[in-house]
């Protein structure tokens, strides 16, 4: 079964600093990666997804993630950070052999200093 | 366009009794998800619907858990004889379901419950 962990459950930032959310996923085969982000009091968005091809993938709102097979991350970045951008993000993965559903890392919460 | 709803969107309850929860999927979506968000769980799995077929409800923590999808397109959640441990965020989404597990879900804004 495929798992994924992302390692740190708070970060704190400052805004206009550039950020880097972990993600180490757990599967045999290819796996489909996500990043969601959750706002306060709002549902998951989906940022940016990997299936093939280029391993560094651009997202919405100034994201992008680099899939490295030989370290099973696909870790997220941002240059700038934005007041915004205070929010938890979830990393997930997909899989053939698991059916449509998918399984979440825990989560990063992101804080960003003024 | 409309986006995923859920109802309510919060909901306390006495630990015993019966709850439902509603999802209203985008228009024309027709893969539908429950997840629930909880303290020390994360996000898990729950149940999965695709058309007419048979769900996936792998994912449900026990039998007083169940869902229907109706006419294709609301589903609602039930948990009898609710337990504290139910307490948690019950997150819907859908998809267009024409490409499986490729596709981007879209999320509704969840149902807090709390069970006292």
């Known amino acids: 079964a495929q798992s994924v962990t992302q390692p740190d459950i708070h970060i704190t930032v400052s805004e206009g600093a550039s950020l880097e959310l972990r993600c180490n996923y757990s599967y045999g085969a290819t796996p489909y990666l996500f990043w969601y982000v959750q706002s306060p009091g709002q549902g998951l968005q989906l940022l940016l997804k990997?299936?093939?091809?280029?391993?560094l993938v651009q997202g919405i709102k100034g994201f992008e993630a680099e899939f490295k097979r030989s370290q099973s991350s696909f870790n997220l970045r941002k240059p700038s950070v934005h007041w915004s951008d205070a929010a938890e993000y979830f990393c997930?993965?997909?899989?053939?052999?698991?059916?449509?559903?998918?399984?979440f890392g825990g989560g990063t919460r992101v804080l960003v200093k003024p | 366009g409309a986006g995923v709803s859920q109802s309510p969107s919060n909901k306390v309850t006495e630990k015993g009794k019966d709850v439902e929860l509603r999802c209203d999927p985008i228009s024309g979506h027709t893969a539908l998800y429950w997840y629930r968000q909880s303290l020390g769980q994360g996000l898990e799995f729950l149940i999965y619907?695709?058309?007419?077929?048979?769900?996936?409800k792998s994912g449900l923590p026990s039998d007083r858990f169940s869902a229907e999808r109706t006419g294709g397109s609301v589903s609602t959640l039930t948990i009898q004889r609710t337990q504290q441990e139910d307490s948690a965020v019950y997150l819907c989404?859908?998809?267009?379901?024409?490409?499986?597990?490729?596709?981007?879900?879209?999320f509704g804004p969840g149902t807090r419950l709390l069970v006292l």
């Open positions: 989404a859908s998809s267009p379901g024409t490409s499986g597990f490729q596709e981007t879900q879209y």
């Open positions: 997930a993965v997909g899989a053939k052999a698991a059916g449509n559903k998918l399984t």
């Open positions: 990997y299936f093939s091809g280029d391993t």
């Open positions: 619907f695709q058309g007419n077929s048979a769900p996936d």
